[in-house]
Nanobody
């Protein structure tokens, strides 16, 4: 199993970024997927979840209305569109796979998002 995030970078407040997570080594379309973030010296914070087909999505209150999770099962890739970014969104963003019991069993290495003027 491999999850590889990309798309992070430096963006000004109010800007947008689109993160991608390329999955391999498993049947991607059969698993719920997550985005989780972590600020320096802070704990992990759940960001968003998407079901296997992409029809059901869930968001943390801190990002609701600004972030959009999606997936393309034909490309084995999930995405996180982040709009109206704020400085507090500065984090390392991780893609993670959920096992059938909603435990996150595989994680990517993360991609850094920095929101700063």
């Amino acid at each position: 199993v491999q999850l590889v995030e990309s798309g992070g970078g430096l963006v000004q407040p109010g800007g947008s970024l689109r993160l991608s997570c390329a999955a391999s080594g498993f049947t991607f379309r059969s698993y719920w997927m997550y985005w989780v973030r972590q600020a320096p010296e802070k704990g992990l914070e759940w960001v968003s979840t998407i079901d296997t087909g992409g029809g059901d999505t869930y968001y943390a209150d801190s990002v609701k209305g600004r972030f959009t999770i999606s997936r393309d099962n034909a490309k084995n890739t999930q995405y996180l569109q982040m709009d109206r970014l704020k400085s507090k969104d500065t984090n390392v963003y991780y893609c993670a796979r959920s096992d059938p019991y909603r435990s996150l069993d595989y994680w990517g290495r993360g991609t850094q998002v920095t929101v700063s003027s």
